[in-house]
């Protein structure tokens, strides 16, 4: 899939009071925390998504997979590039890292998706244009943000 082809919805960004590596390791466990369990596969399985299950590598990989998304490529403490697709959308949601000065971290998450047909219009219409995914993008961030603060 090539990323770049996909509209750019939205990112979001926090700075993360720890180094990339604690950073990239947090982004790696507390993505696994949030998606690997029964209410994502079953949303997962709901909407038509080929991955449905953990599987794959760990530390996330290329090759790794939760529901919703695989890794389509992993570049350690710099860019995670994650995609997926359903019926109703086909996306990608790419992590990166910057060093921001101080053994800070500026963590990035930017979403790019293609909605397609009424179907996806309205997909669209229910998780973006509803703030739900600016929300639970923050929260997924700021969750990163606590647990590399942590183990710094």
Do not use: K, N
């Amino acid at each position: 899939m090539e990323i770049s082809s996909l509209p750019h919805v939205d990112e979001h960004t926090q700075i993360v009071a720890a180094d990339a590596p604690a950073v990239w390791q947090s982004v790696g466990e507390v993505l696994d925390r949030s998606f690997s369990g029964g209410r994502s596969a079953g949303y997962a399985r709901l909407v038509g998504c080929p991955d449905r299950t953990a599987a794959g590598p760990r530390p996330l990989a290329e090759g790794s997979a939760f529901p919703g998304f695989h890794v389509l490529s992993a570049d350690p403490d710099r860019e995670l590039v994650l995609v997926g697709r359903h019926h109703f959308s086909t996306y990608a949601l790419v992590f990166r890292l910057e060093e921001a000065g101080g053994g800070r971290t500026r963590l990035r998450a930017e979403t790019r998706a293609r909605f397609p047909g009424p179907g996806g219009a309205l997909y669209r219409l229910l998780v973006i244009s509803s703030g739900a995914h600016a929300l639970l993008t923050g929260r997924l961030l700021a969750g990163i943000r606590r647990r590399a603060e942590q183990v710094r």
